[in-house]
């Protein structure tokens, strides 16, 4: 089996993401270069700069120029461009050809991946648990993985070396804890770690309109709106893809919200001290 | 004008936020070797451990033995410890001190300090903007002023000089901005950026019994319950002290919550991406 530091990688996408983890492929020496890194980005202007940067090897501004020389895939794209990528790009990619992604739903990719995909290609999806409100190639440095969580949700057909090459490059990248996980199980979970902490955030800005309340502000909410400077698009897509769950969750959250909201109203000190008590074991408990 | 380095000041507590008072008076040379920092609490042994780090010059089991030897006094105790506390004090403090608070409640504080408040001491009320989910003095050297926000609601009684001392105080000990501003203002404000997120962060942690969730967490998850560990009963006490505030701050946020709830559902993609712009650029500009 060939060895992962001579592979030739190439990045769907020269985002954030996508960036981060080239950074990350090299700065670790997983690929090393006997091995290549290249990308495709929809802006020429970015695949220039990380080129000129040393983040890659060479940007190709058609995909096809790519996938016909690549060992591995890492599609950092959004849902439904990566659907979009996939319907179009199929045919080619190498026969053989281990392909990734790091989309923040899991059901609807694996379902269309599951009746499309070709019989010659091994796709695992991912999700790394990283990121920053920080978008763009430009601030991919400031997005670390040490430590991190990351999900990945296996399909039956995935071949055993290719999830173990892929766990060793994921743990190489700093990544502290993989998880495996059903993709039912990775929407279900992620609508409440992520979605639904994303919409609060919104919801907390949106329910504010003087700008000047940072006046006031001691830390709390700061760190309970850095996420609300979201990707409008992207989350847009995940919200909506993720629909069913998220809405469950939202609906799950307000109901406790509302159950303090009546506790502080009918002024119950006892009942409010106790609930406030088990959210702090709880919480602590959480590690 | 005796010198600020001079002062014998006296704490009233020394949980999280006395102790981090303290350090900091002593740490950034306010009061130096001719001053003296005392301290009141209720727990000796929390008194004797200050005393031995040298945090505090000497420590007082009880509060008349301080009180009649203080030039400024800062009480560092819940606003219901506090009002009961001047309730029972307010014979003991030497003519002239400057007494002032870190309550996260001001209305009622005010206005029990405007009836009962004798007319030789010069009460102004504060909150420091500071703090940590860990308590306790054990803590507070972790709870770091620099750069921080401190909001003053000062009396139409307060003597001039001693604003401007206090001030002074404030900004030596590392604080960034201060803000002065009415007791009910602070409080409207604090209801949002301070209170519902503690009650966001509750409400989050109450709604998911799975200690493993963590797993799934990428950071949003993490940053948003951080405060979840809260100090149970002193947050029940502001919760209600603060209900009438904190009620419609609730309101507004489940008015918002339940706006983006509706979104997702009709899955309104150029709605739902509008407003999550519109929120992105709004937090931009809160600096």
Redesign the interface.
Known sequence: MKGLETYTVGMVGLGLMGGAIALALRSEGIIRTEGRILAYDRDPDTLEKAKAAGIIDDGMSVPEAMLGQCDLVFLCITPRALLHFMENQMAAFRPGTLITDIAGIKGSIVAAMEHTLREDLDFIPGH????SELGGLAHAKSCTFQG??Y?LTPLKRNKPENLALLKTLIYRMGFG?I?ETSPQE?DR??A???Q??????????????D?R?????????E????????N??M??EL??EN?EE??K?????????????RA??A?E?TA?????????E??????
Chains 1, 2 share one sequence.
């Open positions: 790394p648990m990283a990121g991190k969580n999900i804890r998880t990775h979970n992620i409440f770690t992520s639904l902490c994303h919409v609060i955030a919104a919801a907390l800005i949106d329910c504010e309109a700008t309340i940072t006046r006031f502000g001691g830390g709390s909410f760190d309970l709106t850095r996420i609300a400077m979201l409008a698009p989350w847009t919200f909506i629909q998220l809405l969750r939202i609906e799950q959250f307000a109901g406790s919200l509302d159950r303090l909201k502080i109203a002024g000190r409010l001290e106790q609930r406030l008590q088990a959210v702090r709880r919480r602590a408990a959480m590690v």
